[in-house]
């Protein structure tokens, strides 16, 4: 929804008004819309040469970038635009494009829908009945609104933008009004596109949003106002969703797109650009994760990705969705694409001008640190040490929801899910390290650097911190006692305070790790095990997490929410308790295992 409203009736005009006052030196405002502020004369046009081709593009708003900031040097010359999601008038796309004529004719392109059609369309006769050559080229990229032998039939979605960039390009460079609607045609011809929504939008100063979708559901194939789509799924992942949209859109690709006999799922030597298009709400953090999907699957079917681009190309509002485009090149429209471009939300230097990196350099393998030389002990500790860590990543899982929610009280919800990254990476790393000999210390080590070079944050850096520490302690030696065990932990639990300046009874992990520590001290003796001394401490570590409850934090994001956190344990002191618990247990079983193997003997 909309939170930032005057009177909705005059939204649009605002909205406008703000835009170009947000970009002066790039566009102004005109009846109807706005155009790009330029030399109607460019430098360099000989007064023989024929005058420059207009680019007009336009529809409702609430979809930006498109369509106003798409006006600039190297695309549209003017925009018109329309009431939130409304078409523009006749008149509004009649006067943008009188403004911006400069006599060598006027392209109109725009999404089809059925109010721009008859819009533009009435525009385009008024300009012709005043002697002003004006073609249309209506862009129809979505392969879910119609079936593939009405494809003239089709809405037009983010594949605005490849018919826009590529017409823009062609007049900028000097093509006559055939030639841009040629290429505009061809672009348009070339570029599929489908999307999916998670949840509606709502229009400003409404009170229900547009549509809604089911909870745990996607609707595949929805348009960028709310059209109905084609189907309705579970939510899948985002690899899962990847996987689905290629398919359908390889379904569609061009017939002049040759398939490898040898593999009828690749193509030969097709280059593409991609598009992944936020639709509003979506963030860019994850339209990354689904393009890394995209692009995985895409480079196994032999394509070369051309310049992609992910990000709010055309939006819904505040739509929660997405959609994936496929741009299949030729020689041609690759060159009009990478031409350089500048508008207010789209910008692209001179093609060539990008640093290009060497593929076969950046796949040089980081050299690893050699693996210390270890007594087998200690190797027999690393392996016991692995399968620990992998423990401890399989208690995360269980457990992310819960410490995300505890997290949420006072910080910002995080917590499970760096934990679980960290466990999973130090586990892995743990895994690697001891097949190739390493001995506790060294596996300890490098587990908790990978710990916290994936996990990141606070807890991140502090858990790394701890397994290092704890390494440092008990080497690749011997294997450490129960005492030499005691001693790195309280080491660990005097580097986490030294590093991160906590406390006892500062709400943090230090409230479980310290009296486990002191607890594995007093349990610690040359005859009891390291893992009866650590069983025996396992109860005092959950009942001081839980105390933190009662504790008001002093360090930390949540220090600022004192109020909200008293009364829910400190997740850091938990997920420290929950770790500490399933170690236990985990060598509860293993001693199990051990003597059940002796007595087979």
């Known amino acids: 929804m909309a939170y930032l409203v005057n009177d909705p009736a005059n939204f649009t005009d605002e909205l406008i008004d703000g835009f170009v006052a947000a970009h002066p030196s790039l566009i102004r405002r005109v009846p109807g819309g706005v155009a790009r502020v330029h030399d109607l004369s460019p430098t360099g046009l000989s007064s023989t040469s024929p005058p420059p081709v207009a680019l007009v593009i336009g529809g409702g708003s609430g979809h930006y970038p498109a369509f106003g900031g798409l006006v600039g040097q190297g695309l549209a010359d003017g925009a018109a635009m329309g009431n939130i999601f409304a078409s523009p008038s006749a008149q509004q796309v009649y006067s943008v494009a009188r403004a911006v004529s400069m006599g060598g004719g006027v392209l109109l392109s725009y999404g089809n829908y059925s109010g721009d059609v008859l819009n533009f369309d009435r525009a385009q006769e008024r300009l012709r009945a005043e002697g002003i050559d004006c073609r249309t080229v209506a862009v129809t990229d979505d392969i879910s609104s119609a079936t593939a032998d009405k494809s003239s039939s089709r809405r037009g979605i983010a594949g605005d933008l490849t018919v826009f960039k590529c017409a823009g390009a062609a007049a900028a460079g000097g093509a006559d009004l055939d030639e841009v609607e040629r290429v505009a045609r061809e672009a348009n011809g070339r570029t599929r596109t489908i999307g999916v929504a998670f949840s509606g939008c709502t229009l400003p100063g409404a009170s229900e949003p547009l549509f809604t979708v089911p909870a745990g559901k996607v609707a595949v194939g929805m348009g960028i106002h709310g059209e109905p789509g084609i189907d309705e799924i579970s939510m899948p992942s985002a690899n ?21 006999t040898s593999n009828p799922d690749n193509a030969e030597a097709a ?29 196994l079917r032999g394509v070369t990705i051309v310049e992609p681009e992910v990000g709010e190309l055309v939006t819904s509002f505040e739509m929660a969705g997405l959609s994936l485009t496929f741009f299949w090149l030729t020689e041609e429209l690759e060159y009009l694409w990478s031409q350089q471009a500048y508008a207010p939300a789209y910008r692209k230097r001179l093609a060539g001008s990008h640093g290009q990196s060497d593929p076969a350099s950046e796949k040089t393998e ?13 190797r027999d500790s690393a392996i016991l040490g692995a399968a620990l860590l992998n423990t401890i990543a399989q208690t995360m899982d269980t457990n992310a929801e819960e410490l995300g929610r505890l997290d949420a009280v006072a910080g910002d919800g995080d917590h499970g899910i760096g934990m679980q990254r960290g466990s999973h990476a130090a586990a892995l790393e743990a895994s690697r390290v001891t097949r190739l000999g390493a001995g506790l210390g060294s596996t300890l080590l490098a587990a908790g650097e990978a ?33 030499i065990f005691a001693e790195a932990v309280s080491a660990a639990a005097e580097a986490v305070s030294r590093y991160g300046g906590a406390r006892l009874g500062d709400k943090t992990l230090l409230d479980t790790l310290i009296p486990f520590g002191k607890s594995l001290s007093r349990a610690s003796t040359e005859t009891l095990s390291v893992a009866e001394a650590w069983r025996a401490s396992t109860e005092v570590a959950r009942v001081a997490a839980e105390a933190t409850a009662t504790l008001s934090p002093s360090t930390g994001r949540a220090r600022k929410h004192i109020g909200r956190s008293l009364g829910t344990p400190d997740p850091g002191a938990v997920s420290m308790s929950l770790i500490i618990e399933a170690v236990s247990e985990a060598f509860h079983l293993s001693e199990e295992h051990t003597s059940k193997s002796r007595e087979s003997l």
């Open 240 to 260: 899962e969703l990847a996987a689905m949209l290629v398919e359908r859109l390889w379904t569609e690709r061009p017939s002049d797109v040759k398939l490898c």
């Open 271 to 299: 280059r593409m650009v991609v598009l992944v298009n936020g639709l509003g709400s979506v963030k860019t953090e994850e339209l990354f994760v689904f393009y890394r999907a995209v692009a995985k699957i895409l480079e």
């Open 366 to 378: 980081e050299a690893s640190r050699p693996i210390p030389a270890a007594s087998a002990e200690s």
């Open 451 to 483: 710990w916290a070079d994936r996990a990141g944050g606070t807890s991140g850096a502090l858990w790394g911190e701890i397994l290092v520490t704890i390494g440092d302690h008990v080497g690749d030696e011997v294997r450490p006692t129960s005492i």
